[in-house]
T-cell receptor
């Protein structure tokens, strides 16, 4: 059974700092990996999608990498801003049913 | 942009009531999903559907049923609401095949059963 873990569970950084969020998964036979952002009480907003054949994806200040063989992905946020404060979730698709398995999330706070 | 719309942001229902949660997507996606999200338990898959009138059980289907009469609409039904079904419910959709495309989520419905 696929298990997805995110470290750290919570993170507080001052504005302007670069940061890395980590995601690990136990079954490397994934089809793709998706990073989401969730604001308190809201739904999930997709940030980046990485196919299993890709090594990384970039969108603005965000860069996600994927090392499928070691079961790891990182989300790099450059020059963090208070508006980046949210919970970040990674999710992988494995298996013939192509269901998403979510990580436990990292709650990020960017302070002024 | 694809939009997944959940009809209610907040709902309060009484124990024993039959509850309908509605989800509509506007981009002709074949696949639709219902999740619930609880603190400490993360997101868990309740039901999903690959096509009209088709449904598959997820990881926690007990106490729920679904309906997909039209491609764009996927309804979650709580046959007899109980307090342990108080949760945030999230609907999602994706193109076919689902293992190649990203998921789009709705804004969620916070359901409280009293």
């Amino acid at each position: 059974k696929q298990e997805v873990t995110q470290i750290p569970a919570a993170l507080s950084v001052p504005e302007g700092e670069n940061l890395v969020l980590n995601c690990s998964f136990t079954d490397s036979a994934i089809y793709n990996l998706q990073w989401f952002r969730q604001d308190p009480g809201k739904g999930l907003t997709s940030l980046l999608l990485i196919q299993s054949s890709q090594r990384e994806q970039t969108s603005g200040r965000l860069n996600a990498s994927l090392d499928k063989s070691s079961g790891r992905s990182t989300l790099y946020i450059a020059a963090s801003q208070p508006g980046d404060s949210a919970t970040y979730l990674c999710a992988v698709i494995t298996g013939t049913a192509s269901k998403l398995t979510f990580g436990t999330g990292t709650r990020l706070q960017v302070t002024l | 942009d694809v939009k997944v719309t959940q009809s209610s942001r907040y709902l309060v229902k009484r124990t024993g009531e039959k509850v309908f949660l509605e989800c509509v997507q506007d981009m002709d996606h074949e696949n639709m999903f219902w999740y619930r999200q609880d603190p400490g338990l993360g997101l868990r898959l309740i039901y999903f559907s690959y096509d009209v009138k088709m449904k598959e059980k997820g990881d926690i289907p007990e106490g729920y049923s679904v309906s997909r009469e039209k491609k764009e609409r996927f309804s979650l039904i709580l046959e007899s609401a109980s307090t342990n079904q108080t949760s945030m419910y999230l609907c999602a959709s994706t193109m076919d095949p689902p293992n190649l495309y990203g998921y789009t989520f709705g804004s969620g419905t916070r359901l409280t059963v009293v």
